[in-house]
């Protein structure tokens, strides 16, 4: 089992190396395959945030009398 782990060790090891030193030209601008990852996710995420958002209903009234101000001003999620 010792070797088996050792020699997991040393793959991803390589596989770190090879990231960090392997350049690539994404539209003018070079950058690392280490750096090409972790973008990547954070785009990722961004991405799953921005889908939560979009399908969130918006804010309704709960009392539509309109033209009627009674308490403080309703404003949508956010938005302060």
């Given at each position: 089992m010792r070797a088996f782990y050792s020699k997991v060790c040393r793959i991803k090891h390589a596989i770190n190396v090879?990231?960090?030193?392997?350049?690539?030209?994404?539209?003018?601008?070079?950058?690392?395959?280490?750096?090409?990852?972790?973008?990547?996710?954070?785009?990722?995420?961004?991405?799953?945030?921005?889908?939560?958002?979009?399908?969130?209903?918006p804010k309704a009234r709960v009392n539509d009398t309109y033209g009627i101000r009674k308490g403080a001003a309703e404003y949508p999620d956010g938005f302060l």
């Open positions: 090879s990231n960090a030193s392997a350049s690539i030209d994404i539209g003018g601008e070079i950058m690392s395959v280490d750096v090409i990852l972790i973008r990547m996710s954070q785009l990722s995420k961004r991405r799953n945030m921005l889908d939560k958002m979009r399908k969130q209903l």
